[in-house]
Every structure is written in structure tokens, then in C-alpha cells.
């Protein structure tokens, strides 16, 4: 008897006092990273105090200061200020008797030299443990970038089986899934301990394709009929568990007289890496107004031109908007000053694409949001602003093309004229975007595509097309393919898209004010998982754009066979260089 309550008693005490490896159960980070400034980042298993210690180059203590948690769910997160420029730096996170080291670079303050950046998108907790994302520690980065859809809320998982998060503790167990470790792995965790990270919403960190700048009685899933959705409760709690668990520097916009912004979360970031580059992160779903209906048939002429004409939102007084006045406004500022200032390259982060990529699913994308498009577009060309890179996610896949717009004048004399916003001339920039693949979300952009063809009008015809170009006659054969000819094929099918709209086809090589060349690869990756790598040479300021992937795999592939997917690694699957303009 004695000894089975000692027995009993050990038990408890091992319940009490866990492993160090589940002290810190979603391993740590720093995040927000300035020339000056970040933030620390760790959840600890139980309540207590969690210490933060940051040293630097010389091994000299610069912070040393613990947080006190009361929630074990809830992480534990401390400002560091006061650090130097350019430098490196080590931090210690202390939980108890566990103990994890990380590391971080703060960014540079002046001079012209190279910059190393990684991003990435999209998902799922059921899909962990992520190795598309496992080599990521082998470069060296100045930064990496979370841009969009680091939960799926909406998705059940075995961490909240149902179908949508809605509690406040919902929401934050799904971030606790996706950085959890699973088959002996946690890529996340060894990667933000390593690097620091940016991090942005998209809309799964809520709910599917939400609108924050719509009125709450539009959409029922949030179950409120007064105010905007950004001041819904679910938002807010999607917000709140976003914040908790990344290493964000939490700020709120402040009260100066518009509704749309007022007092909510302020994720737009803005940071300069010397002469090199400047940085642009923006959120475009807080904000944003409802979306128009998609195209529900991508042959018909008539209702192409009808959410063309939508898009630009032509006959109204008013344009809706994607960002929000006060992120436009800055983000132009921030652009024609480090355009003054002799910055090279200026990179604009946004969760959905700004490339024109047809009319399918448009209504989601800024594509929807056509007249705010423009105006950012137009604002770049006209002011002459070189080298503007933008980065976005979303779309499960790698796409890379330049960025042309139509002046809303001109949409409107097109219809005034002959009736058709197409015959609107297309103004090339010098501009362009690359999406990103995601880290795990299955059905990829090509196999979405694939399937998604087969269910709206017309669509088998084109998905008949494009298999008759390699030979096949069904969805199972095209799956047989190599993954090469595939994304070749599904690039024809998307160019047949564009230029019957009058868009540039996929690929900068069309574009006589950028110089790019395909070193590996193609302009897609369109049937995998994987990420992105961006890095600019240091001598001639010469930006090398990788994109890395594994075999898409599905939590069916996990369970059955956890080995074989996660021994995956990452490929090469396209690398530009693209030259900057003088």
C-alpha cells in the first residue's frame, strides 16, 4: 500500500514537473525585429515566471527580466529595446528548469549591403510537422516572414475537431497545434528560434474570406447585426489569440475620427535595412469591404465585364477599399520617401495577390479591388518608385509576373465607348510580384484548379484543353505526370486566362523595365508545398528568388505513413535573378 501511493505520488510529480522539452511546448521567438528593438516570445506549460535574457556579440547581458504567467495558455511575450544596429544577438528563455537559446539580427541602420529573407504562408494543423519548411535553418537570415493563414480556424483538426473555432480557447489551440511537435519534429519551433519573424493575418486566422470593413448584419457567421466585423467579438478573438501567439509588438490604431480604424489592431509594420531595402507589411482583411460575387462563369463575356466594371466600382461616389486609408497613406509615404532616400529594393508584403491573375476567385484578391489597385499601382509609376517587389500567399502556389493597371478614367470612357472595360489600355510598371506555396495545405493551387474546373460552367471544356496539350484525357492521368510538365501545363492554362483579358502573360522576361533571368526552373510552382527565399547580393544589389518544395502530402499520406513524409526534402524548384533598375 505504501508503495503504490509512492507510486500514485511520483505519478503526480511527473505531472507536475514535465520534461524541458514540454516546459517550452511551442518552443520560442523574437519577432518585430527594428534597428533597435524586438520581441521575445515563449509559452510555458504551467503557471509561473518565464525569464528573458539577451546578450550580445561580446557575450554581454544587454535585458534580463522574467514574465509572470498566469494562463499556461496564454504565452509570455517582452519588449527588448535599447539594442544596437546590424548586430547579433543570442537570447535565453528560462521556464522553470528549462532552458532554450535562440538568436536574432537587428537590422541595419545605414550602408548599402546584402540582405537574406525567407516567407511563407498557409498552414494547417492536421498537416504538421511541416517538412517542406525543414531547411530553412540552413540559410542565414536576416528575417523570415509569416504571411497569412497560420491557423485554420475554419478547418477542423485534432486539436478543435469542429468546423469552426469560436471560443477564445478554440482560437488559441489551434496556434498551440500548429507549433506543437509531432513524429519527433517541430520545424516551426527550430526555425523562429533561429530567426525572427514577421507576422501577418490573412483570413483563416478568423474565419474563410472575411471582410472586417463590412457591416456585421452582411455576414451571419459572425452572429452580430450592429457595427463593422472588425469589431465583431469572434474577430477579436481571432485577433487576440493571433497576437498571443506570434512575437508582434502589439499596437492599436488610435482614435482620429474614422470608424473603419479607430482603436483596432495596427499589424501594419514598415522597417529599412540601410540603402539596401525597405520593408512593407500590410493587413488586408481588417479593413476591408465587402466583396463583390465571383465570376461564376469565366467564358461568358457579360459577366466579366460586369464585375470588371464592379471592380472599379464605376457609377459610385465612393471606392471601397482592401487596406484602409490609414494603411494607403502610409504605405505610399513610406515608399516615395525610401524611393528619396536612394533605397534599392522595396519590398511590399500582403496576405492576397496583387498580380492580375483572371477573373476565378478573383473577388478575394485585389483584383476585386480594382480602383485601390490602381491607385497603388498608379502612385508607384508615376512617382517613379524603383524596384518595388511585391509578396504575397494565399494561393497555395508560386507565381511570378509583372504588375500592369488600368486607370479608372479610362475603364469608363471603355464603357462609355464600346462598352467592354477590357478595350481600357493595360499600363505596364516595373513592379511585380512573386506568390509563395504553402507550408502545408492541401489541395495545392494546381490541384485546386484541377479539381475546381470541373464544377463551374464551361470548365471542363478548358481542363479538357489543357490536358489534350500534354497528352492525357483524365484527371488521373495528369496526376501521373511529373510535377515539371504539370506546372508548364497549368501556366498554359492561367496564361489563357490572362491574355484573353489583355494581361500579361506569367513571367517578368516580357517586361523591357526589368531585367530577370530563369536560372532553375520557370515562372510557377504550382503542385507542391514550400517557400520562398530572397537575397540580395551584397556588391551589385543583384536579388536571387528561390522558391523551395516538397511533394504535396495529405493527413490521410501522415497518418499512414508519418516516415515517408516527413523524411521529404525540399527541392529547388525555381530560382530567378532579377537585376534592379538604376
Given at each position: 500500500m505504501i508503495l503504490k501511493k509512492l507510486v500514485v505520488a511520483l505519478g503526480l510529480v511527473a505531472c507536475v514537473l514535465p520534461t524541458a522539452?514540454?516546459?517550452?511546448?511551442?518552443?520560442?521567438?523574437?519577432?518585430d525585429t527594428t534597428e533597435n528593438s524586438t520581441v521575445l516570445w515563449a509559452r510555458s506549460s504551467r503557471q509561473g515566471t518565464v525569464r528573458f535574457q539577451v546578450k550580445d556579440a561580446s557575450n554581454n547581458i544587454v535585458k534580463d527580466?522574467?514574465?509572470?504567467?498566469?494562463?499556461?495558455?496564454?504565452?509570455?511575450?517582452?519588449?527588448?529595446?535599447?539594442l544596437q544596429s546590424g548586430q547579433n544577438y543570442t537570447y535565453t528563455v528560462t521556464d522553470f528548469d528549462a532552458v532554450a537559446t535562440g538568436r536574432f539580427k537587428t537590422a541595419a541602420s545605414d550602408g548599402l549591403g546584402g540582405l537574406v529573407f525567407g516567407v511563407t504562408g498557409d498552414w494547417r494543423g492536421e498537416l504538421a510537422?511541416?517538412?517542406?519548411?525543414?531547411?530553412i535553418n540552413a540559410q542565414n537570415f536576416d528575417f523570415f516572414v509569416k504571411l497569412g493563414d497560420s491557423i485554420y480556424a475554419d478547418y477542423p483538426s485534432p486539436a478543435v475537431p469542429v468546423d469552426q473555432a469560436k471560443t477564445l480557447t478554440e482560437y488559441r489551440l489551434k496556434h498551440n497545434e500548429v507549433y506543437s511537435p509531432r513524429n519527433s519534429m517541430n520545424t516551426l519551433a527550430k526555425m523562429q528560434r533561429n530567426v525572427s519573424i514577421f507576422s501577418m493575418i490573412d483570413d483563416h486566422e478568423v474565419i474563410n474570406d472575411f471582410a472586417g470593413g463590412a457591416l456585421a448584419s452582411t455576414d451571419t457567421r459572425f452572429g452580430e447585426t450592429s457595427g463593422l466585423i472588425n469589431?465583431?467579438?469572434?474577430?477579436?478573438?481571432?485577433?487576440?489569440?493571433?497576437?498571443?501567439?506570434?512575437a508582434i509588438n502589439d499596437k492599436r490604431y488610435g482614435n482620429?475620427?474614422?470608424?473603419?480604424?479607430?482603436?483596432?489592431?495596427?499589424l501594419y509594420r514598415a522597417q529599412r535595412y540601410g540603402k539596401t531595402a525597405g520593408f512593407y507589411m500590410l493587413d488586408a482583411r481588417s479593413f476591408r469591404d465587402k466583396e463583390l460575387t465571383d465570376v461564376s462563369d469565366i467564358t461568358s463575356p457579360t459577366q466579366i465585364g460586369t464585375f470588371i466594371a464592379n471592380s472599379f466600382?464605376?457609377?459610385?461616389?465612393?471606392?471601397?477599399t482592401m487596406l484602409g486609408k490609414a494603411q494607403i497613406s502610409r504605405l505610399k509615404a513610406d515608399l516615395l520617401s525610401a524611393q528619396e532616400d536612394g533605397v534599392v529594393w522595396k519590398f511590399v508584403a500582403v496576405p492576397e495577390p496583387i498580380q492580375n491573375l483572371g477573373v476565378f476567385g478573383a473577388a478575394d484578391r485585389f483584383e476585386g479591388y480594382a480602383s485601390e489597385r490602381t491607385e497603388i499601382l498608379r502612385f508607384i509609376d508615376e512617382n517613379n518608385i524603383k524596384n518595388v517587389v511585391f509578396i504575397a500567399a494565399d494561393i497555395h502556389g508560386t507565381l511570378i509576373n509583372d504588375l500592369t493597371y488600368q486607370r479608372r478614367e479610362d475603364v469608363l470612357t471603355a464603357l462609355t465607348t464600346v462598352g467592354n472595360p477590357l478595350a481600357a489600355p493595360q499600363i505596364k510598371t516595373s513592379a511585380f510580384e512573386i506568390s509563395t506555396g504553402s507550408v502545408a495545405f492541401a489541395p495545392s493551387?494546381?490541384?485546386?484548379?484541377?479539381?475546381?474546373?470541373?464544377?463551374?460552367?464551361?470548365g471542363n471544356l478548358i481542363l479538357g484543353q489543357m490536358f489534350a496539350a500534354v497528352g492525357v484525357s483524365n484527371v488521373d492521368q495528369f496526376n501521373q505526370l511529373p510535377?515539371?510538365?504539370?506546372?508548364?501545363?497549368?501556366?498554359?492554362?492561367?496564361?489563357?486566362?490572362?491574355?484573353?483579358?489583355?494581361?500579361?502573360p506569367v513571367g517578368l522576361q516580357d517586361n523591357p523595365r526589368i531585367n530577370a533571368k530563369v536560372v532553375i526552373g520557370g515562372n510557377t510552382a504550382l503542385f507542391s508545398f514550400g517557400w520562398t527565399a530572397f537575397v540580395v547580393n551584397p556588391t551589385n544589389q543583384t536579388l536571387k528568388i528561390t522558391t523551395f518544395g516538397i511533394t504535396p502530402y495529405t493527413a490521410a499520406d501522415l497518418a499512414s505513413n508519418p516516415t515517408a513524409v516527413t523524411q521529404r526534402q525540399p527541392e529547388i524548384l525555381s530560382q530567378i535573378l532579377v537585376t534592379p533598375e538604376k
Amino acid at each position: 500500500m505504501i508503495l503504490k501511493k509512492l507510486v500514485v505520488a511520483l505519478g503526480l510529480v511527473a505531472c507536475v514537473l514535465p520534461t524541458a522539452q514540454a516546459r517550452l511546448p511551442n518552443g520560442i521567438s523574437s519577432g518585430d525585429t527594428t534597428e533597435n528593438s524586438t520581441v521575445l516570445w515563449a509559452r510555458s506549460s504551467r503557471q509561473g515566471t518565464v525569464r528573458f535574457q539577451v546578450k550580445d556579440a561580446s557575450n554581454n547581458i544587454v535585458k534580463d527580466e522574467s514574465v509572470l504567467v498566469t494562463d499556461p495558455l496564454v504565452p509570455a511575450k517582452l519588449v527588448v529595446g535599447g539594442l544596437q544596429s546590424g548586430q547579433n544577438y543570442t537570447y535565453t528563455v528560462t521556464d522553470f528548469d528549462a532552458v532554450a537559446t535562440g538568436r536574432f539580427k537587428t537590422a541595419a541602420s545605414d550602408g548599402l549591403g546584402g540582405l537574406v529573407f525567407g516567407v511563407t504562408g498557409d498552414w494547417r494543423g492536421e498537416l504538421a510537422p511541416y517538412p517542406a519548411i525543414k531547411n530553412i535553418n540552413a540559410q542565414n537570415f536576416d528575417f523570415f516572414v509569416k504571411l497569412g493563414d497560420s491557423i485554420y480556424a475554419d478547418y477542423p483538426s485534432p486539436a478543435v475537431p469542429v468546423d469552426q473555432a469560436k471560443t477564445l480557447t478554440e482560437y488559441r489551440l489551434k496556434h498551440n497545434e500548429v507549433y506543437s511537435p509531432r513524429n519527433s519534429m517541430n520545424t516551426l519551433a527550430k526555425m523562429q528560434r533561429n530567426v525572427s519573424i514577421f507576422s501577418m493575418i490573412d483570413d483563416h486566422e478568423v474565419i474563410n474570406d472575411f471582410a472586417g470593413g463590412a457591416l456585421a448584419s452582411t455576414d451571419t457567421r459572425f452572429g452580430e447585426t450592429s457595427g463593422l466585423i472588425n469589431q465583431t467579438a469572434m474577430y477579436n478573438k481571432g485577433l487576440q489569440a493571433f497576437t498571443e501567439y506570434n512575437a508582434i509588438n502589439d499596437k492599436r490604431y488610435g482614435n482620429v475620427g474614422d470608424a473603419l480604424t479607430d482603436g483596432r489592431p495596427d499589424l501594419y509594420r514598415a522597417q529599412r535595412y540601410g540603402k539596401t531595402a525597405g520593408f512593407y507589411m500590410l493587413d488586408a482583411r481588417s479593413f476591408r469591404d465587402k466583396e463583390l460575387t465571383d465570376v461564376s462563369d469565366i467564358t461568358s463575356p457579360t459577366q466579366i465585364g460586369t464585375f470588371i466594371a464592379n471592380s472599379f466600382d464605376i457609377g459610385k461616389a465612393a471606392t471601397r477599399t482592401m487596406l484602409g486609408k490609414a494603411q494607403i497613406s502610409r504605405l505610399k509615404a513610406d515608399l516615395l520617401s525610401a524611393q528619396e532616400d536612394g533605397v534599392v529594393w522595396k519590398f511590399v508584403a500582403v496576405p492576397e495577390p496583387i498580380q492580375n491573375l483572371g477573373v476565378f476567385g478573383a473577388a478575394d484578391r485585389f483584383e476585386g479591388y480594382a480602383s485601390e489597385r490602381t491607385e497603388i499601382l498608379r502612385f508607384i509609376d508615376e512617382n517613379n518608385i524603383k524596384n518595388v517587389v511585391f509578396i504575397a500567399a494565399d494561393i497555395h502556389g508560386t507565381l511570378i509576373n509583372d504588375l500592369t493597371y488600368q486607370r479608372r478614367e479610362d475603364v469608363l470612357t471603355a464603357l462609355t465607348t464600346v462598352g467592354n472595360p477590357l478595350a481600357a489600355p493595360q499600363i505596364k510598371t516595373s513592379a511585380f510580384e512573386i506568390s509563395t506555396g504553402s507550408v502545408a495545405f492541401a489541395p495545392s493551387f494546381g490541384d485546386t484548379i484541377t479539381s475546381l474546373l470541373g464544377f463551374i460552367p464551361n470548365g471542363n471544356l478548358i481542363l479538357g484543353q489543357m490536358f489534350a496539350a500534354v497528352g492525357v484525357s483524365n484527371v488521373d492521368q495528369f496526376n501521373q505526370l511529373p510535377m515539371a510538365i504539370r506546372n508548364l501545363a497549368m501556366e498554359g492554362l492561367v496564361n489563357g486566362q490572362l491574355t484573353q483579358l489583355g494581361y500579361t502573360p506569367v513571367g517578368l522576361q516580357d517586361n523591357p523595365r526589368i531585367n530577370a533571368k530563369v536560372v532553375i526552373g520557370g515562372n510557377t510552382a504550382l503542385f507542391s508545398f514550400g517557400w520562398t527565399a530572397f537575397v540580395v547580393n551584397p556588391t551589385n544589389q543583384t536579388l536571387k528568388i528561390t522558391t523551395f518544395g516538397i511533394t504535396p502530402y495529405t493527413a490521410a499520406d501522415l497518418a499512414s505513413n508519418p516516415t515517408a513524409v516527413t523524411q521529404r526534402q525540399p527541392e529547388i524548384l525555381s530560382q530567378i535573378l532579377v537585376t534592379p533598375e538604376k
